[in-house]
């Protein structure tokens, strides 16, 4: 069974300044998807980021990147320039190729301080 | 410009009083998700539809029922919720071409359960 893991469950970045923050993840699949959503509070879940395991390339929108280490099973998002909007829960998530279920880790909230 | 519309959006019920929660999409998508997401935790899968092929999860409890019956609709049923069923209910959707592909979320469905 895959299981995500995100060690900090909480995070706190001044504005305008870079945080990082850690996923990593358990599977036997050698093809699979890897997500960061963003849940802000009281509003719904949207995607942030994504990566295919097969394209060795890190993934990039915008001010959000990710470092994605497959020998590792290490997948963080960096967020540059940090907006007080992005303060939110985030969610790594993991979805082998060939089935719909994902799996996400238990969080980390993030809060961006003025 | 919805994409995913869940009603409602609050929804009270008593203890062991059926409910059911809806999920509807302008997406055309083929895939629609349920989640239970309690509070500060991550969404935990339910079962999915892919188009019409039912996909449970091992651990979904058989008070938890589903029907999606064309591609826009999909309902939640609890046959007889307890007070562990309180929680945010998430509807997501997907469009599966060769791959899986990346999850669209509704605002979610809080319910309480008195």
């Known amino acids: 069974a895959q299981t995500v893991t995100q060690s900090q469950p909480e995070m706190s970045v001044q504005e305008a300044e870079t945080v990082t923050l850690s996923c990593t993840y358990d599977?036997?699949?050698?093809?699979?998807?890897l997500f960061w959503y963003k849940q802000p509070p009281s509003r719904q879940m949207i995607l942030v980021i994504r990566?295919?395991?097969?394209?060795?390339q890190n993934a990039t929108e915008n001010r959000f990147s990710v470092n994605f280490q497959k020998a590792a099973k290490s997948f963080s998002l960096k967020i540059s320039d940090s907006q007080l909007g992005d303060t939110a829960m985030y969610f790594c998530a993991f979805m082998p190729y060939n089935n719909n279920d994902m799996r996400f880790g238990a969080g980390t909230r993030l809060t961006v301080k003025p | 410009d919805a994409m995913v519309i869940q009603n409602p959006r609050y929804q009270v019920t008593q203890f062991g009083k059926p409910v059911t929660l809806s999920c509807s999409q302008t997406?055309?998508?083929?895939?629609m998700y349920w989640y239970q997401q309690k509070s500060s935790q991550a969404p935990k899968l339910l079962f999915h539809y892919y188009d019409k092929d039912f996909n449970n999860e091992a651990d979904t409890p058989d008070n938890f029922q589903s029907r999606r019956p064309n591609t826009s609709f999909c309902f939640l049923d609890i046959r007889s919720p307890g007070l562990g069923d309180a929680a945010m209910y998430l509807c997501a959707t997907s469009t599966r071409t060769g791959g899986t592909d990346t999850q669209y979320f509704g605002p979610g469905t809080r319910l309480t359960v008195l």
């Open positions: 599977t036997s699949e050698n093809n699979y998807y």
């Open positions: 990566q295919e395991a097969y394209k060795q």
């Open positions: 997406l055309n998508h083929n895939v």
